[in-house]
């Protein structure tokens, strides 16, 4: 059973920065694609990262692009989110996601398994 497990929210003020992290485990995730969605209340889930296991190939929503970068650890198995110059509008709920059939995609309905979430704040 695939398991996604995020971690590494927070409350923080406008400009700081936080890492997310999801570990995964139950799979070989070396031919899957990972994202990070996010949403606000009263917002549909939006696109914010993506990563191929394989040989780390990326894609950056366009709000993000510059400041948001992903990556991962093969051995350990994890994800990884660096969120720089945050803003306020960058407060969600972020969640972890994999596909089982990269290439990447920004569609959520495209990802198979799904984190709990994990809370993002960002303060004025």
């Known amino acids: 059973q695939v398991q996604l497990v995020e971690s590494g929210g927070g409350l923080v003020q406008a400009g700081g920065s936080l890492r997310l992290s999801c570990a995964a485990s139950?799979?070989?995730?070396?031919?899957?694609?990972m994202g990070w969605f996010r949403q606000a209340p009263g917002k549909e889930r939006e696109f914010v990262a993506a990563i191929t296991w394989s040989v780390g190939v990326t894609n950056y929503a366009d709000s993000v692009k510059g400041r948001f970068t992903i990556s991962r650890d093969n051995p350990k198995n994890t994800v990884y989110l660096q969120m720089n110059s945050l803003k306020p509008e960058d407060t969600a709920v972020y969640y972890c996601?994999?596909?089982?059939?990269?290439?990447?995609?920004?569609?959520?309905?495209?990802?198979?398994?799904w984190g709990q979430g994990t809370q993002v704040t960002v303060s004025s």
């Open positions: 996601a994999a596909d089982r059939t990269p290439p990447l995609s920004t569609n959520p309905a495209a990802y198979d398994y």
């Open positions: 139950g799979r070989t995730f070396s031919r899957y694609a």
